[in-house]
């Protein structure tokens, strides 16, 4: 099966009640433990690269790497530029065979963020290419894009409909809770079901997406830790919250930070369990399986996209 779009998937994720996976991509081990997993469960899954990702792996490399993946497995399998800063880097991977850009506009305010979000619109459908837009702001640190968390900012559900109808886009990014990174909570974690329950009243046809969407599994924390690491303190979305942001409207759940932890907490296990270790495969290999098995737990137990391929 080629590189598909999210309409698709999306389509029937709201109908079916269920939420994709849109996992970000580095290296080959990410990839293929990602789509591994995604192959087993018989799941559309989403790969997505953001500049930083961009800059470090290099597109001809993820192009054929991700084609590769195809070629082993006949699932559907879209290909997204994750937080694109500007229309440039929305072009490039446009031209490039992307399948679905994201602009991130939420760092400008209504009238920018339309309209630089229209634009990218423009470009993108004229080639058979869907947009993610996002409104409002998450606390964290978003590619190059700091947000204080004083500035953090709900999505206003009227604000949102209006944005929709203006710009086109094909999904919307809203901000309820979520946050990057390893540190989304001081306290317990929040989420303001209530606000996604407006924006999907509002808009019910325009799939939600939600960053910031790890659940920084604590076993994961633990054994990063325990190995030597020293993340204190990390706190995620739990996936019941999850399980029901997916239950209740969301399309697309990011994940980055749980696939850092699981690739680096397995690394540190091995250095740590036989300091005489110095083949890359023996531990990249154990890393690959721990994002194998963090995806498939995600996918069957929390995402419920298993056999929705
Ligand atoms: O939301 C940001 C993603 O976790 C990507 O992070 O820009 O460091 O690649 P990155
Ligand atoms: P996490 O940091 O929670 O994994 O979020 C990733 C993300 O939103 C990528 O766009
Ligand atoms: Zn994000």
């Known amino acids: 099966m080629p590189l598909v779009t999210t309409k698709d998937m999306f389509e029937k994720s709201m109908k079916e009640h269920f939420a994709i996976g849109a996992f970000n991509v580095n290296n080959m081990e990410i990839i293929q433990g990602i789509v591994d997993a995604a192959a087993k469960e018989n799941s559309p899954v989403i790969l997505q690269a953001s500049s930083g990702a961009i800059k ?20 559907p399998l879209a290909l997204h530029l994750d937080h694109g800063p500007d229309f440039e880097t929305c072009k490039m991977c446009i031209d490039n065979g992307f399948t679905s850009v994201m602009i991130d506009g939420s760092k400008y305010d209504f009238e920018e963020n339309v309209a630089l979000t229209k634009k990218v619109v423009d470009y993108a459908h004229s080639h058979g290419v869907v947009v993610e837009a996002e409104l409002g702001k998450l606390a964290g640190i978003e590619d190059d894009v700091n947000v204080s968390e004083a500035d953090a900012m709900y999505t206003d559900p009227e604000q949102a409909k209006e944005f929709v109808e203006r710009t086109g ?130 996918i069957r137990e929390v995402f419920g996209s298993s056999n929705k391929a």
Do not use: W
Not at 56 to 75: N, S, T
């Open 56 to 75: 470090y792996a290099r597109i001809p490399y993820l192009k054929k790497m991700i084609e590769a993946a195809l070629e082993e497995h006949d699932i």
């Open 169 to 298: 886009c094909d999904s919307l990014a809203i901000a309820i809770g979520t946050s990057h990174g390893a540190y989304k909570f001081k306290g317990e974690a929040k989420l303001r079901f209530d606000i996604l329950a407006k924006v999907k009243e509002l808009i019910p046809n325009t799939p939600i997406v939600l960053h910031g969407a790890s659940t920084v599994i604590p076993e994961l924390v633990e054994k990063c830790n325990k190995y030597g690491g020293n993340i204190p303190g990390a706190k995620g979305v739990p996936d019941e919250m999850l399980h029901e942001a997916s239950l209740s409207g969301v399309s697309k759940i990011n994940v980055d930070t749980d696939l850092r932890l699981a690739m680096t907490g397995a690394i540190r296990e091995v250095f740590a369990e036989d300091p005489s270790v110095f083949d890359p495969r023996k531990y990249l290999t154990p890393a690959r399986a721990q994002i194998e098995e963090t995806v498939a737990h995600k």
